[in-house]
């Protein structure tokens, strides 16, 4: 795959995410118009779990190597998935299995929401920093960042 491919597909699949997302925010505003446990929430977050986990997999599989190479920067942008992203993953994941094992309708709705909010925050940072049109090219042409 070209890295203008796999910035492609991986943005398909933030997309994927994100309508996920709004799946299960959908479900917790009817457990709590209703006052009852989300109906359909436990599909959504199982959904969601196994995209996430499946987007992560391919996200850090293609990324780490491609990113070395890219650019000046390509080391230091291969550091973030080295150090914090794979940890971040984890720990987002996490988040979301323990929020949907939860047994209080409003804490796993809470739960639930944070950890919509801190994967979006996250997939925002991944497009600007490792996703960003400028850093997967197709061309070798090196992009001068210190004018002159």
């Known amino acids: 795959m070209t890295p203008s491919q796999i910035r492609k597909t991986l ?19 009817e457990g709590r118009a209703s006052g009852k446990a989300p109906d359909g929430l436990r599909e959504c977050l199982e959904e969601l779990s196994a995209a996430l986990r ?9 990324l780490r190597e491609l990113l070395r190479d ?10 973030i998935m080295d150090e914090s992203h794979v940890e971040e ?30 994967l979006e925050e996250h997939m925002v940072r991944e497009e600007e920093i490792l996703l960003a049109e400028d850093v997967l090219r ?4 090196v992009i001068e960042y210190f004018g002159g």
């Open 54 to 62: 499946a987007h992560n997999q391919n996200e850090e599989t293609v």
């Open 11 to 29: 943005l398909e699949e933030h997309a994927g995410l994100r309508a996920r997302f709004e799946r299960a925010r959908g479900a917790i505003a």
């Open 89 to 118: 993953h984890d720990e987002l994941l996490g988040a979301l299995l323990a929020a949907n094992g939860a047994a209080d309708p409003e804490a796993v709705a809470r739960d639930v929401v944070s950890v919509i909010d801190r």
């Open 70 to 79: 890219v650019d000046a920067w390509g080391p230091a942008r291969a550091d």
């Open 138 to 141: 197709d061309d070798d042409v």
